[in-house]
């Protein structure tokens, strides 16, 4: 039961026991003389939900159930988890994973599946990814399965949200250390957007994904490099390919409107992010239309226009975008030097000496530091009484330096 007290002109507080919110609402509506109000109760997402109040909070929803996500849609104002902060500056040695999938689970966890499946068998085949570019698992994700130490690190909810944990808190932390964002388009994620926005809007997952991803991807510490739709409609009666064309009809019908309650919860998400005040407001003003219009705006895949197998094609073309961004961070002098003193000491020596073209090869080849080892043959260096060595390492016999010193001259 919740305890409501109604402070009534001239009157005196009076307190009532209901068992619903709903009810609540109700003895608030029916309360004319009623200028302020406020419910005091273990429940504090409801404090703001009497009507007339400056902020009413959101309706209560279970349409994640509904939807078949395995967790309801957090459509009513319940705080927001500490655990969600601005994450470090990434690098490439920080906690991360090389993609998040981002899917309506009711209509679209059969072909999620199966697409993990395939991303990670083929980054322990042909597709690696290069070394030093793994970074450490995030701690709080569950742990791999034995074997899979140098596959892609893929953010599925069903295999990486822990039990017993905020799975909010869990996804925006896999989203916020990724480097890939993978949208399925598909009939069923499309259609669980066409109510969003009027009498019966809510804290669509889906949506929240997109709009929390389209944002990320231009703070300035963040490691999301791309973002790459799929984009098919599931067999049909009749046909012989796996997967139908997506229909894009379906985009016409989408609410020329904001989805309040979806870009609130956003806002309060992208606040403990670190976001300015001027994106909050720039997002919160977005319509569900335009977010989609947003996401296309990135290059994707057709599975139905990729040949007999499509999964298999997109995997692929998922581990090469990994692979890309892996290696331009690797190849960018800044966050080359991992903010690690020794590294920020590898691109001064390399500044001050008109040698930073050098710096995409060292660090490839994991040069953080300026220590005689990185740079010579270790211990069992040969040294002439100069002090100068005259054995390169393999790392800088690499940039082509020979015997007689590295890149042809003497190295201290």
Known sequence: TMEVHACAQ?????????????????LMRASGEANQAFV????????????????????????????????????????????????????????????????????????????????????????????????????????????????????????????????????????????????????GAIEGLLSLGGAQDRVDNVLLEWLLALEWLKSPT?????????FFDKKQDGLEEPFADFPWETLASLPQLPSAKTNRRAAEILRKLGGTEEQIMRMQA????????????????????VGPEPLSTAASRMLNIVIRDVSSVQCSPDIYAFTRSGGCEVISFLKTRGLMSLAPTLARHGITSLRSSHFCGGRSARRNGDGWCRRPSRALRALGGGGGGCFGERVP
């Open 286 to 305: 977005l319509s569900v239309r335009q977010v989609v219009d947003q996401m296309l705006k990135n290059q994707g895949i057709k599975l139905a226009l």
């Open 40 to 187: 005091s109760m273990n429940h504090p997402y409801l404090a703001d939900s009497i009507p007339g109040t400056p902020m009413e909070a959101p309706e209560f929803s279970t349409d994640g159930n509904e939807q078949g996500d395995p967790h309801p849609s957090a459509s009513f104002a319940i705080p927001i988890s500490d655990e969600i902060a601005p994450p470090p500056t990434f690098s490439l040695r920080s906690e991360l994973f090389h993609m998040f999938l981002s899917y309506r689970v009711r209509s679209d966890a059969d072909v999620v599946a199966r697409l993990y499946e395939l991303v990670v068998s083929e980054s322990l085949k042909d597709k690696r990814i290069p070394p030093g570019g793994h970074g450490r698992w995030p701690g709080f994700a569950e742990e791999p399965p034995k074997g899979f130490g140098k596959a892609a690190k893929v953010f599925w909810d069903k295999k990486c949200l822990q039990d017993g944990k905020d799975w909010e808190a869990g996804f925006v932390r896999g989203l916020t250390c990724s480097m890939v964002f993978v949208p399925l388009f598909s009939r």
């Open 222 to 230: 963040s490691g999301l490099k791309s973002i790459y739709p799929i």
């Open 10 to 26: 001239g009157g005196e507080p009076v307190s009532v026991s209901m068992n619903t919110h709903a009810h609540i609402r109700e």
